[in-house]
């Protein structure tokens, strides 16, 4: 059996922590592990497991590796899409490159931004699931309901055949309220967790059946993948063609296969702050406090403070989410709308729907203290033996300032050695790189200045990332 992490996603509906370049599948949201960590923890002890196969976004790449890297995990392959083409065609990819090795292996696909807090209960239910798959099947976990929820898909069970699973009779869409309780009350329907578990050559055939289309640009599309470091780059232009849709959507609506094997492990997608605020342990007042928080006659709340001190009072049923640039202040019951301001911040080309102030490098991170009109101010922070492309900028000069451990500065011809409270400058036009030889992290100040000091002024000549 192969773990297919699906690890795409922006999040949106949990801005403004999750934003595009670092979505919520790599945030600290259910614990201490990110998301990610967590999906990939929680299949220890499973037997017969194989490295897992990671499906993210190419801009996500080193955020992937190296969280997997954190806890000692390694994948088997990691498969960058450059563009986003929903689940059908990512699992598509998955199991291509689980067949390139000339067996026919079980997939067991889960989505990298869900939480479950009974990791045996979600063993337990993948035991029966593997046989029911062996068998031909495909297995979708349904989730057994605590309540009317609105915010998920429902699986209608249909024939009972043993083992605790059933035919599925239909996937319906999210109901209204009324709806919900009605399936609730019957028995007959379970939350669809986008869970699934078949053999790689069995998706194959029923992509083939229902959706060729998908299956021939995804082939086109991994025939002309290159391998990069550890990374597989899936060819652009023909990934781009492929047409967009969910495996729901695609297969599991349509074959005859499908089979629905209940769950009961405390799962939850973490698809808003509401659903964190249920999943989380409360205070007496019903309060989640994540952060600096300071509460007086107030209910029901969520608060995270990330920057500052934040203070409630007399308030019922209220998100507050603090970030260093931006804060959510909303109505516990309207959070499946945050998505609405993500929306106004792309037409308006603001920064913080793609970007924190801290924005991770595989090297490490830079964070934006100040700015302003021909001046922007960062504090950079490197990784032992990490170190940034050999580059050069049209439009603008640096300062540098080392605040912590030691600097190796290429500029131009030269090369500079610097340790606490030294500095150099970088004029422009001057091909320079920046490396961390010590063993503890460097930090620096960075002073820009110039008439463009947008990041996309970076011509690279040597980059040991293989970035462009």
Known sequence: MIPVILCGGTGSRLWPLSREAYPKQFLSLAGSDTMLQATALRLDGLP??????????????????????????????????????NTAPAIALAALAALEGGDDPLLLVLPADHAVADTEAFRAAVAPAAGLAEQGNLVTFGIVPSCAETGYGYIRRGEGIGDGAWKVAEFVEKPDLATAEKYLASGDYAWNSGMFLFRASRYIEELAQHRPEILEACRAAFAGAARDLDFTRIDGEAFAACPE???????????????????????????????????????????????????????????????????????????????????????????????????????????????????????????????????????????????????????????WIVVRGTAKVTRGDEELLLTENQSTYIPLGVTHRLENPGTIQLELIEVQSGSYLGEDDIVRFDDTYGRA
């Open 245 to 399: 849709d969910s495996v729901d959507y695609a297969v599991m609506e349509k074959t005859e296969s499908a089979i629905v094997v209940p769950m009961d492990a405390g799962w939850s997608d973490v698809g808003s702050w509401s659903a964190l605020w249920e999943l989380a342990d409360k205070d007496d007042d019903g309060n989640l406090l994540l952060g600096d928080v300071l509460t007086e006659d107030s209910e029901g709340c969520l608060v995270r403070a990330d920057s500052r001190l934040v203070g409630l009072l007399g308030v019922r049923d209220l998100v507050v989410v603090d970030t260093d640039d931006a804060v959510l202040v909303a109505e516990k019951h309207r959070v499946q709308d945050v998505k609405k301001l993500v929306t106004q911040l792309k037409r308006s080309e603001r920064s913080e729907a793609q970007n924190h102030r801290k924005v991770y490098r595989p090297w490490g991170y830079y964070d934006s203290v100040d700015g302003g009109p021909r001046f922007q101010v960062k504090r950079i922070v490197v990784k032992p033996g990490c170190k940034l492309s050999l580059q050069m900028h049209h439009h603008r000069a640096e300062h």
């Open 48 to 85: 017969g497991l194989r490295p897992p196969i990671l499906v993210c976004n190419e801009e996500h790449r080193f955020a992937a590796a190296e969280q997997l890297q954190e806890i000692d995990r390694a994948a088997q392959s990691i498969l960058l899409e450059p563009c986003a083409r």
